[in-house]
C-alpha cells in the first residue's frame, strides 16, 4: 500500500519502481528457498526445461488426438480400416466377407 498516492481530487496513482530495481520471480524464489537448485540460474534452466517438456506432451496430445486411424474388426478377428468399412456399405454388402 506504501506505493498508492492520493492527490487532492482523491485521485490516485502507483509509483513505479526504482530504476534497477531487481527483484526475483517468485518461482525462481521457491526453487532456490527450497534447495531444489543452488542458485538462480539453475532455476532458470529448470524452468526452461520443464516448460519444453510440458509443451512437447502438449503437440504429442495434439497430434495424436487427430491423426489417430480408426479400426474396425470383423467377427473373425481380421483389422480393417474405417475406409474399408465404408466402402463396403456403400457397395451393399452386409459383412466384409461378401466385399471381399
Not at 520471480?25 to 521457491?30: D, G, L, S
Not at 489417430?68 to 474405417?82: A, F, H, K, L, P
Request: cysteine-free; hydrophobic content about 40%; glycine content about 4%.
Amino acid at each position: 500500500m506504501e506505493r498508492i498516492e492520493f492527490n487532492e481530487e482523491n485521485e490516485f496513482h502507483m509509483r513505479a519502481r526504482k530504476t534497477g530495481y531487481y527483484e526475483q520471480p517468485k518461482m525462481v524464489r521457491y526453487l532456490v528457498d527450497k534447495g531444489i537448485v543452488k542458485n538462480e540460474k539453475q532455476a532458470h534452466y529448470l524452468l526452461l526445461g520443464v516448460s519444453v517438456f510440458l509443451l512437447a506432451i502438449v503437440f504429442v496430445m495434439i497430434y495424436s488426438r487427430f491423426n489417430t486411424e480408426v479400426r474396425v474388426y470383423d467377427q473373425s478377428g481380421n483389422e480393417y480400416t474405417i475406409e474399408e468399412q465404408l466402402r463396403a456399405i456403400k457397395s451393399g454388402a452386409k459383412t466384409f466377407d461378401d466385399f471381399r
